[in-house]
């Protein structure tokens, strides 16, 4: 369960198995579980011992809001180690990503996956091509601007 030193060392081997997002599911819905398990063994434990202690832990444990932040850093840090493996092994698999013009930079960066390098079309609202960047495009563009900017005013983009 999440934050436990298990739940971390699952956390780690898991997402370089499978990616961000698998982890994040897998680790959310077994960390719900456990949370729900600790609670029902508290209200039990309150009923018939009298003690609330259990009850208490399972009510305080931490939600999803840090586990999020995590598998966000280790994503991160995985994108800007790729270009080292890339240069490494010569050839690398890609994904060809779509984003409409106002997505912003966060979100695009989301969607990436941790095992494939990204190359990124911007489409207008006919969904024509307008212009086509790659994640270390993306990731300059992150250190020097905020999440929150979108494509279309950071990269120049249009017919």
């Known amino acids: 369960m999440y934050p436990l030193d298990g739940a971390q060392i699952f956390m780690i081997v ?13 680790i959310k819905l077994l960390s719900l579980i456990m949370k729900t398990v600790l609670a029902a063994a508290g209200i039990i434990q309150v009923l018939f011992l009298g003690n609330p202690s259990l009850l208490i832990a399972a009510v305080f444990l ?36 779509v984003a ?32 086509r960047i790659t994640e270390q495009q993306l990731i300059k563009a992150l250190q020097t601007r905020s999440a929150a900017d979108k494509i279309s005013d950071v990269f120049d983009v249009g017919v």
Do not use: W
């Not at 999020?68 to 990503?97: C, D, F, H, T, W």
């Not at 979100?107 to 212009?131: A, N, S, W």
């Open 14 to 26: 898991f997402y370089k198995l499978t990616g961000a997002a698998r982890t994040f599911r897998l």
């Open 62 to 97: 931490p939600g999803t809001g840090i586990l999020e932040e995590k598998v966000s850093m280790m994503k991160l840090e995985n994108l800007l180690n790729r270009r080292q493996r890339i240069i490494s092994k010569g050839v690398y698999p890609a994904r060809l990503v």
């Open 100 to 131: 409409m013009d106002g997505c912003t930079l966060g979100d695009v960066m989301q969607k990436l996956d941790y095992d494939r390098f990204h190359i990124i079309y911007i489409l207008d609202k006919d969904l024509e091509i307008i212009g």
